[in-house]
């Protein structure tokens, strides 16, 4: 094995050596590295199968919570009402519920409607509602939909 070294003017030290089967290994180092002591070898154990298991479900739970406390609907202001297809229309629930609706989607499967009383979200649901969420989640897609943007799978096929 042969050493070879060589000072720059850059002020590192370059060194290089030939190792097995003629494999070049090329170092570059400042000068101020060689004053520096080692670190002490790592005494941490890796994380075990279950550990890891933990740690994911951990921030599973973590951002179910976090999404859901940002979408949850608050009694006494705007709320969004979901429906599926095959179900009752949007604006059908909010009737159903003696709501007032404010704004409905082009498809009529979201509607926005204030909740006043006690009970309006629970009397959504009991109505047909598929789910209610904070409304500024059903306005910023109703939004981009009016935008020309789209989620619809048919519509991107197009």
């Not at 060194?15 to 101020?32: C, D, T």
């Not at 007032?100 to 979201?110: E, K, P, T, W």
Request: with cysteine.
């Amino acid at each position: 094995m042969a050493h070879q070294h060589l000072a720059g003017e850059c002020n590192f030290h370059l060194s290089f050596r030939v190792v097995n089967q003629g494999r070049v290994i090329l170092s570059a180092s400042p000068p101020w590295l060689k004053h520096m002591r080692p670190t002490a070898p790592s005494t941490s154990k890796p994380i075990s199968g279950l550990g890891r298991s933990l740690i994911g479900l951990y921030f599973v739970v973590a951002c179910g919570l976090m999404g859901a406390a940002v979408l949850a609907p608050i009694q006494g202001s705007q709320v969004a009402v979901f429906t599926w297809a095959g179900s009752a229309t949007a604006a059908e629930v909010v009737a159903r519920a003696n709501g007032q609706l404010l704004l409905i989607s082009a498809n009529g499967r979201i509607a926005v409607t204030p909740t006043l009383a006690a009970g309006d979200i629970g009397a959504l649901y009991d109505a047909g509602a598929s789910l209610v969420t904070a409304a500024w989640f059903a306005k910023a897609c109703m939004t981009l939909n009016a935008a020309g943007f789209s989620l619809d799978a048919s519509e991107v096929a197009r």
